[in-house]
T-cell receptor
Framework: QKEVEQDPGPLSVPEGAIVSLNCTYS??????FMWYRQYSRKGPELLMY????GNKEDGRFTAQVDKSSKYISLFIRDSQPSDSATYLC???????????FGTGTSLTVIP | DSGVTQTPKHLITATGQRVTLRCSPR?????VYWYQQSLDQGLQFLIQ???????AKGNILERFSAQQFPDLHSELNLSSLELGDSALYFC??????????FGSGTRLTVV
């Protein structure tokens, strides 16, 4: 079983839609969670960084962590064509250790 | 600009050859992480260095090796290259708010 599972999509939505991206994990020791956005063949860019359970909001982006279910989500409100990219979740038990990545979900926002 | 510099951006080489990928971490950051990203495997952790010392090793092949120098730049050496080694290789260092910040990557094509 992989440490982190992420639906690869692809996901296609109309502009303005609310997008929900999800990951599940198996290691209950994970407590640091990240979401990255990666445009085609570019370096991943950090979007959200959260610790433990709860919600974190930054502009149109909201990250949710449910440690009891080992489930994390990223919501994008009022999606824009510029949000079209691959979204990767990542997590770790300790900030000094390696992060484990999901395989990424490909998102296309149609104008 | 993430502050993490990788060179070269592109590399094309033949099977059996040896290449060196270079990374300079964000200014003042002691950590370097190397990741491999292929189409079917996602981001795979290879190795981590901290202030010149190897700290963690992931799915790194014996044909691959890395080191971090006193000026904190790091090199990833890939030898006896095979077609399957074709991938994007990313270097990362610590992000100010947590997690990683990635370089723009080196695209390696083995022909």
């Amino acid at each position: 079983q992989k440490e982190v599972e992420q639906d690869p999509g692809p996901l296609s939505v109309p502009e303005g839609a609310i997008v929900s991206l999800n990951c599940t994990y198996s290691n209950s020791a994970f407590q640091y969670f990240m979401w990255y956005r990666q445009y085609s063949r570019k370096g991943p860019e950090l979007l959200m960084y959260t610790y433990s359970s709860g919600n974190k909001e930054d502009g149109r982006f909201t990250a949710q962590v449910d440690k009891s279910s080992k489930y994390i989500s990223l919501f994008i409100r009022d999606s824009q064509p510029s949000d079209s990219a691959t979204y990767l979740c990542a997590m770790s038990a300790n900030t000094g250790n390696q992060f484990y990545f999901g395989t990424g979900t490909s998102l296309t926002v149609i104008p | 600009d993430s502050g993490v510099t990788q060179t070269p951006k592109h590399l094309i080489t033949a099977t059996g050859q040896r290449v060196t990928l270079r990374c300079s971490p964000r200014s003042g950051d002691l950590s370097v992480y190397w990741y491999q990203q292929s189409l079917d495997q996602g981001l795979q952790f290879l190795i981590q260095y901290y202030n010149g010392e190897e700290r963690a090793k992931g799915n790194i092949l014996e044909r691959f090796s890395a080191q971090q120098f006193p000026d904190l730049h790091s090199e990833l050496n890939l030898s006896s290259l095979e077609l399957g080694d074709s991938a994007l290789y990313f270097c990362a260092s610590s992000h100010p708010v947590g997690g990683y910040t990635f370089g723009s990557g080196t695209r390696l094509t083995v022909v």
